[in-house]
């Protein structure tokens, strides 16, 4: 599966964003999506994570009750709503994907990546 991830930019703290991650080339159903971010000398860190068939959800304890995942499988398209940013939310956030809904938040399970998109949150 090839993963496309978009929707990154700068905003003020205390603003928002939408991520979008886009799949092709299999049943996008199959996969669940985490979602990483790594800020320049820090890292690689897990942010969020969705099952399959979107039933469960899981996030770092840094962007819970912040962030939200979700996806539309109609779509192919998993999206990371980003409220409340701050600062140390700046980093380039990719998409992953795996074909099993366990071991949720190990980078080096995943796949299939897709390239960053860069989020920068402003003071």
């Known amino acids: 599966v090839q993963l496309q991830a978009s929707g990154g930019g700068l905003v003020q703290a205390g603003g928002s964003l939408r991520l979008s991650c886009a799949a092709s080339?299999?049943?996008?159903?199959?996969?669940?999506v985490g979602w990483f971010r790594q800020a320049p000398g820090k890292e690689r860190e897990f942010v969020a994570f969705?099952?399959?068939?979107?039933?469960?959800?899981s996030y770092s304890g840094s962007v819970k009750g912040r962030f939200t995942i979700s996806r539309d499988n109609a779509k192919n398209t998993v999206y990371l709503q980003m409220n409340s940013l701050k600062p140390e939310d700046t980093a380039p956030y990719y998409c992953?994907?795996?074909?099993?809904?366990?071991?949720?938040?190990?980078?080096?399970?995943?796949?299939?990546w897709g390239q960053g998109t860069l989020v920068t949150v402003s003071s």
């Open positions: 992953a994907a795996k074909s099993f809904d366990t071991i949720r938040t190990t980078w080096g399970v995943y796949n299939y």
């Open positions: 969705i099952t399959r068939s979107g039933g469960s959800t």
């Open positions: 080339g299999r049943t996008f159903s199959n996969y669940a």
